[in-house]
Nanobody, 127 residues
Framework: QLQLVESGGGLVQPGGSLRLSCAASGFTLQSYAIGWFRQAPGKEREGVSCISSSGSNTNYVDSVKGRFTISRDNAKNTVYLQMNSLKPEDTAVYFC????????????????????WGQGTQVTVSS
């Protein structure tokens, strides 16, 4: 059974940093493209970042470019989202998701391509 588990969320002050982890069990992450999504209260879920299965390609939503970095450690079967210079508007539940790509060198931040999802981790940015 494919399972993704997010961790690393919490409460942080504006300008602070957090590193989210997405750990996989029941399958090897290496063959999957991984995306991070978030959903703030009263808002639709949005794509934040993704990384291709090869690790060679990453994408970010404009609002996090230059502040967030996605990476993967296939040996640990884990994908990370390093979040720096956090803002109150980054407050949301963050989800990771996986899909098997047809092209290893690209990834998409469109929900419909993702077939396995984690339960989410809460990130709150507040003073």
């Amino acid at each position: 059974q494919l399972q993704l588990v997010e961790s690393g969320g919490g409460l942080v002050q504006p300008g602070g940093s957090l590193r989210l982890s997405c750990a996989a069990s029941g399958f090897t992450l290496q063959s999957y493209a991984i995306g991070w999504f978030r959903q703030a209260p009263g808002k639709e879920r949005e794509g934040v970042s993704c990384i291709s299965s090869s690790g060679s390609n990453t994408n970010y939503v404009d609002s996090v470019k230059g502040r967030f970095t996605i990476s993967r450690d296939n040996a640990k079967n884990t994908v990370y989202l390093q979040m720096n210079s956090l803002k109150p508007e980054d407050t949301a539940v963050y989800f990771c998701a996986a899909y098997i790509p047809t092209v290893q060198a690209i990834c998409f931040m469109r929900e419909f391509v993702y077939h396995s999802w984690g339960q989410g981790t809460q990130v709150t940015v507040s003073s």
